[in-house]
T-cell receptor, first 113, second 113 residues
Framework: TQLLEQSPQFLSIQEGENLTVYCNSS?????LQWYRQEPGEGPVLLVT?????EVKKLKRLTFQFGDARKDSSLHITAAQTGDTGLYLC?????????????FGQGTTLQVKP | KAGVTQTPRYLIKTRGQQVTLSCSPI?????VSWYQQTPGQGLQFLFE???????NKGNFPGRFSGRQFSNSRSEMNVSTLELGDSALYLC????????????FGQGTRLTVV
């Protein structure tokens, strides 16, 4: 059972277009992280959202945590070729006794020039 | 500040052998988690160590084990390697257990032939 469902799995767009990636679950998470991973490298943390309804912006990237803390979205405005990569959402459940993260399957984004 | 260091970066082993992977966390970080990443299953949690104690374990067979040393460095061991163990093994460090912002190393690419 995949606790975190990401959609779409693959996305190929032209430079300059906007896109949104979704991360959904039936479970409540205490926090949710978004990572970006390039081939052969480890995931790089982009943002952590903690509060239901929270919106965070990182330049052209906007992250939102759902009010019920069960879902999240990542919106990229005016995508650039440098945004190409695998985007992963990861959720933390429960209290502070574990560092375990549950990852979505990832969204592979290709931005064409 | 140096990031998470994993060694070796690449490894080729024969089925039935055993392997040990190493992870040095960010200086001052005491929590180390290990993940297995495969194309089919995505990122899956193996285990987490904090202050030399295993705090949490994922759903992997007993062939997968780990330990943490007093300097927070961690090793994971896989015995009796199977072809299906071929994967990118990622180590993540956090300041304390339960802090869900994890910083990943570049990973060790293990190929079992």
């Amino acid at each position: 059972t995949q606790l975190l469902e990401q959609s779409p799995q693959f996305l190929s767009i032209q430079e300059g277009e906007n896109l949104t990636v979704y991360c959904n679950s039936s479970s409540v998470f205490s926090s949710l992280q978004w990572y970006r991973q390039e081939p052969g490298e480890g995931p790089v943390l982009l943002v952590t959202v903690v509060t239901g309804g929270e919106v965070k912006k990182l330049k052209r990237l906007t992250f939102q945590f759902g009010d019920a803390r069960k879902d999240s979205s990542l919106h990229i405005t005016a995508a650039q070729t440098g945004d190409t990569g695998l985007y992963l959402c990861a959720g933390a459940k429960g209290s502070s006794n574990t560092g375990k993260l549950i990852f979505g399957q990832g969204t592979t984004l290709q931005v064409k020039p | 500040k140096a990031g998470v260091t994993q060694t070796p970066r690449y490894l080729i082993k024969t089925r039935g052998q055993q392997v040990t992977l190493s992870c040095s966390p960010i200086s001052g970080h005491r929590s180390v988690s290990w993940y297995q990443q495969t194309p089919g299953q995505g990122l899956q949690f193996l285990f987490e160590y904090f202050s030399e104690t295993q705090r949490n374990k994922g759903n992997f067979p007993g062939r997968f084990s780990g330990r943490q040393f007093s300097n927070s460095r961690s090793e994971m061991n896989v015995s009796t390697l199977e072809l299906g163990d071929s994967a990118l093994y990622l180590c993540a460090s956090s300041f304390i257990t339960g802090e869900t912002e994890a910083f990943f190393g570049q990973g060790t690419r293990l190929t079992v032939v």
